[in-house]
């Protein structure tokens, strides 16, 4: 049988999960060279009842495809893309363009600096929100001195927007901790697509755990993390040493998770970057491959994806995470 290695996409009882993804930018509309799914639809393990052994694994890679314009190309075949992995060719057995369920993490940033920002920040959660499929979950992390869940896991997302209705903001800024705290709380998703996003106005300056620890976890997980970041100008005299450090800290955790940063200095602008991210998360593919190394070592395998040229369309962007951990048994 099978194990799937769903990256970013499926995972089950006998799955090794880990999410794939990149860099983008995505103003404007999609441009829809033809609207259809074709192919396969990704593999799932079959009857939980039965004693199942695993010999073979099976990787699935979420790819976002944009435009020079940054705008998202959908109605791609199998055909128009190509993988490897450490180098060497893989064939993609597997294609799929549905928008499937998410289960989202939202990790709201509540300490003492965000007070003129919170009202702009609910915004932003709001028109993400938005995006939403009626299948998808969430759950609300908040952090200041401390993260804590103030909301676990639900298919309601107004209750995360009527709990930030009364938030104030106080305290230091535990940014890491508050994105630890959330990467727990995922393991009780039920949708095999996992997503966090993360408000905060700067760096971290009150976790309990190290910028390596997080980064390490995050790397591991099948959790695409995205982030908007609300800074002051670079000019401003007003940037602490925590927000002249936030947006590497954030680009560094988003970028290896197959998510991005997004940096923002303009607090109208934060309700269009969020719908933005929301809007990114439902227009993936996935593809998948058996990898040719079948050898369980636990290492990490780096991955590319590239798109052959379409008749037709200008030269289009691939946006994927660069590779995952093997599994060890």
Do not use: C
């Not at 199942?52 to 435009?67: A, F, G, Q, S």
């Amino acid at each position: 049988m099978r194990t799937l290695l769903a990256i970013g996409l499926i995972s089950t009882a006998f799955a090794v999960a880990i999410a794939v993804g990149g860099e983008a930018q995505q103003d404007g509309p999609a441009i829809t060279p033809r609207i259809r799914a074709r192919g396969e639809t990704a593999e799932t393990v079959v009857d939980r009842k039965a004693n199942i052994r695993i010999d073979t694994t099976l990787v699935l890679i979420p790819v976002t495809v944009t435009d020079p314009m940054g705008r998202f190309v959908t109605g791609l075949d199998k055909e128009n893309f190509k993988v490897s992995e450490d180098k060497i060719d893989q064939e993609v057995t597997q294609f799929s363009s549905e928008d499937a369920p998410l289960s989202v993490g939202v990790v709201f940033d509540t300490s003492g600096s965000m007070g003129d920002k919170l009202a702009k920040s609910r915004q932003a959660v709001s028109q993400f929100m938005r995006t939403a499929n009626p299948e998808d979950e969430f759950f609300l992390v908040q952090f200041n001195d401390r993260p804590e869940l103030m909301v676990p896991f639900t298919p309601a997302s107004e209750e995360i927007q009527n709990r930030l209705t009364f938030v104030q903001s106080k305290g230091r800024t535990a940014l890491l901790d508050g994105v630890y705290l959330a990467m727990n709380q995922m393991k009780k998703a039920r949708n095999p697509r996992k997503a966090i996003l993360i408000i905060s106005d700067g760096g971290d300056n009150s976790s309990r755990y190290t910028e390596r620890e997080v980064k390490n976890a995050v790397r591991e997980a099948d959790v695409q993390i995205y982030a908007i970041g609300i800074f002051e100008p670079m000019a401003s005299r007003g940037r602490t040493p925590e927000e002249l450090s936030g947006p590497a800290l954030l680009g560094e955790i988003t970028e290896q998770t197959g998510g991005r940063h997004f940096a923002v200095d303009n607090l109208a602008e934060l309700p269009d970057v969020a719908a933005k991210i929301g809007i990114e998360l439902r227009n993936e593919y996935v593809v998948g491959y058996t990898p040719k190394n079948a050898i369980r070592d636990g290492k990490y395998r780096h991955v590319q994806v590239r798109l052959v040229k379409t008749t037709g369309l200008p030269q289009l962007k691939a946006i994927f995470r660069t590779g995952y951990y093997a599994p060890t048994q």
